[in-house]
């Protein structure tokens, strides 16, 4: 219980303007977390908010599409429309994986791209920039090569598709290595009053 507190108190601080970024969240349901993006965001009615979600296979995506979807329209099970009634139904697109409070044509409200696919020219990010578990096996973690492409493709890729210079970017996944994502982020900014690490234990002594 304690650890969702916490963590429930450091994501609701990651909102204050001070944080130009958010490095790493190691949440469990990820699911959650992008429904929280989508209300938190669309309810604001700020200037066409859009959010990035990533993750290293279409799999991913697609359960996490299913996930969000289930939660903003699923009127018997959840109370979406309860706390937002104002935002109606949302257009989503299986094909594109997207899931969009805008007019057609506009870069989604929520784009989940996978790393195996072209993230150029898919959708952007002017809020939110979400990765989850970026590596995708211990083969791949084992691999300094292919970490080293990986954080080349986060760092020169992945973050060219933020808009302006107040997008959070938060890092969700299990540390694999030191050299993985997680792993260099955590290295190169510890200390640094913008990023925020959250990590929860494997194993709870308590």
Known sequence: QKYKSGLYLKIKNTEDP???????????????????IVCTETNR?????????????????KMLLDSV???????????????FPSLGEPACSAEYKT??????GDFPTLGLVSMSGS??????ANRFLVTDDLVKNKEEARSPERLEKLYS???????T???GDNVKQIM???RWSSYDPLGRMYDAHEGDPRYTFISIPVWDEN
């Open 119 to 124: 993230v150029t020219g898919r959708t952007r």
């Open 161 to 163: 598709r933020m808009i």
């Open 18 to 36: 001070s944080f130009s970024k958010i490095k790493e969240v190691l949440l469990r349901n990820s699911g959650d977390q992008a429904v929280y």
């Open 99 to 104: 899931i969009s409070y805008r007019r057609p």
């Open 172 to 174: 969700l996944g299990t």
């Open 45 to 61: 009615k700020l200037e066409a908010p859009r959010n990035m979600y990533i993750s290293y296979s279409d799999g991913m995506t």
């Open 153 to 159: 493709d986060y760092t020169a890729t992945l973050t």
């Open 69 to 83: 979807k289930s939660m903003l329209t699923d009127t018997s099970e959840y109370c979406f429309h309860d706390i």
